[in-house]
């Protein structure tokens, strides 16, 4: 996990690799993510959804009554003055202690 010193509610908004981000989906199955090759982005449907999980096949289709899906695309960081690519997972919405 990277860091760039952000943070949301107080809490460290985390970045993954892209080895790191394989690594949290292999681990968390039950989330039911997956790292899309063609958009270089990690989906997590929104945890109301059952399936057929609508938004996956479409995630502009927003009128299913569903919340639409955590969509991470592959953004570039500036953490400890070099540049990293990575995904914020989770970041500005799900809590990320280190430790």
Known sequence: MVWD???WNGWARAYF??????????????LRGRYDPTGDRCIFPAHSEDPPYPHEADPSHTDTGFDPPDVYPCETVEVGGGVV???????GSWVWRSG
């Open 5 to 7: 010193g952000s943070t």
């Open 17 to 30: 690799s892209k080895e790191q981000a394989d690594e949290l989906l292999r681990a968390y199955p039950e």
């Open 85 to 91: 690519k990575a995904y914020a997972i989770g970041s």
